[in-house]
């Protein structure tokens, strides 16, 4: 079942969905121009936190229909 919106709102949506792809890909960035740090746990658990981020934002927008 798709939810209607308008295309402000499908705008924010996928804005959304933009930052939080970036915000993942700043972290692959700085993962690959520097060693894991000393601490794996905060490492892995930024990167739990902005691949559910993406997931969700991905998600939102896979369940709605812009209006007309």
Known sequence: MYTKIDS????????????SV???NKFFDTI?????SGNRNT???KLRILAK???NNALDL??????K
């Open 43 to 45: 490492d892995l658990n």
């Open 22 to 24: 970036g915000e993942l």
């Open 53 to 55: 981020d993406v997931a």
């Open 8 to 19: 402000e709102e499908f705008r924010m949506l996928r804005d959304r969905l933009d930052n």
């Open 62 to 67: 896979s369940k709605i229909k812009a209006r």
């Open 32 to 36: 690959s121009e520097t060693d894991i």
